[in-house]
């Protein structure tokens, strides 16, 4: 299969190395250690994507109050209206694997740009119901795109020691664009009804640009080139995203092994097998799997689905109706809250950044998701105490107001990343824009279906029975998680696989990996 014009990256200024002096690469031509600014300033560019989903989560939030206003949608439209973007993005992440595979991950990133580029310019623009839905369709297919691609590249592009710490970037950013989203609410909240959530929505176009044109100077995945034969762009592309030369010929030595190319192949191109090229991947991930890639398929789809029922996106798409239940009264008043959510998502996002890599994968998720649990029954409790009283409960708005602001803080400093990272780990390459595409897919659904939902089943349940569900979901998600979970902290993509397959036994084959490890290490030393 054809694949795309990619020249070799050479001294003679590539786009690659453009982007390399830009970064501030400090690389040793020497094959010492260098600074790897390079893979940092790609895994930046590239989980920038991100932001794209997280605008447009923010901006509705509060947008959707004006739009009731002027457009006069009702509950059930406003529900559509805002959860709608998720199920449409099901159909970008879900083509997203596929073409990423076809065309490569770098101008993947550049198509998602696009598509959300002319979205939000027909949200911008629309005038009814209809044509809304129309905008809300092609954003939602740029979201899905941007979101399966973004940890995919991170990943693959990442070197082990600190690959949690870049993988992380896309939850970083999508915070970033949920904070912005707020601000541009509270911004345009002053201009006239008709225009105000029209610039909301339609300046959502602006960084999508400028991400598609920033892309095009980033390198394209190494694995990606291993799988479509380039071994000579690979090697060029690992020598720049590693700590030393040795350690990227080793990545590339890692990589050709679980691509089927023998080891002492130096050619720069080889042919491949169609199998290297993505076809039968739909069968081997899903019709018959090996344990190993079941194990692998239960705990990177399933994260997902924790992540988004246990009600994240209930509040941060629906902050202010929240806190008008809460007893706080004036969109100004509501819409100052959402910021304050906005930016404890921002800052607590940074926790986990810098731990990923120290502490491991489990120890954060396992206390981000308790701590979910005990800041969900905090807001349920009060809630239900401000609903059930006809006057003001001075403590049980604090304790609202606080377990908002606990829970997407201690989801953002640890649930919230770890999903996208430990995802993008656990599939073998050759399944894994596949795996995390359904990852990415299942994660959009659920959202979006909470999101479609959520007006419908406070009123059904009461809102305080509704975060007593959300509760218990993620009670259920913690024991998922405690059980199935192999830590993947700190090894190579290529030896993950090794951790998976035999489910609730895993602790075992880890012990059974590092006594191996050990032995091989005398060995190496006698």
Known sequence: MPTPNYQPLDDSGSAADYFSRMAGDDHDVSGGRKKNKYAFACAILASMTSVLLGYDTGVMSGAAMYIKRDLHFTD?????????????????????????????????????????????????????????????????????????????????????????????????FINSGVLLGYVSNYAFAKLPLWLGWRMMLGIGAIPSVALAIGVLYMPESPRWLVLRGRLGDARCVLEKTSDSKEEGRERLLDIQVAAGIPEDCTDDIVPVSDKNSGQGAWKELLISPTPAVRHASITGIGIHFFQQASGIDAVVLYSPRIFEQAGIKGSDQQLLCTVAVGFCKTIFILISTFLLDKIGRRPLMLTSMGGMVIFLLMLAVSLTVINNTDHTVEWAVALAVIGVLGFVSIFSSGMGPIAWVYSSEVFPMRLRALGCSIGVAVNRGVSGVIGMTFISIYKAMTIGGTFFMFAGIAAIGWLFMFTLFPETHGRKLEEIEQLFGTYFHWRSTLRELKQKEARALEAQDA
């Open 76 to 172: 059930v439209q406003i529900e559509v209206i805002v959860g709608i973007i998720n199920i449409y993005s099901l159909l970008g992440s879900a083509a997203a694997g596929k073409t990423s595979d076809l065309i490569g991950r770098r101008y993947t990133m550049v198509l998602a740009g696009i598509i959300f580029f002319l979205g939000a310019i027909l949200m911008g623009l629309a005038t009814n119901f209809v044509f809304l839905m129309v905008g809300r369709f092609v954003a939602g297919i740029g979201v899905g795109y941007a979101m399966m691609i973004a940890p995919v590249y991170t990943t693959e592009v990442a070197p082990a020691s600190y690959r949690g710490f870049l993988t992380s970037f896309p939850e970083v």
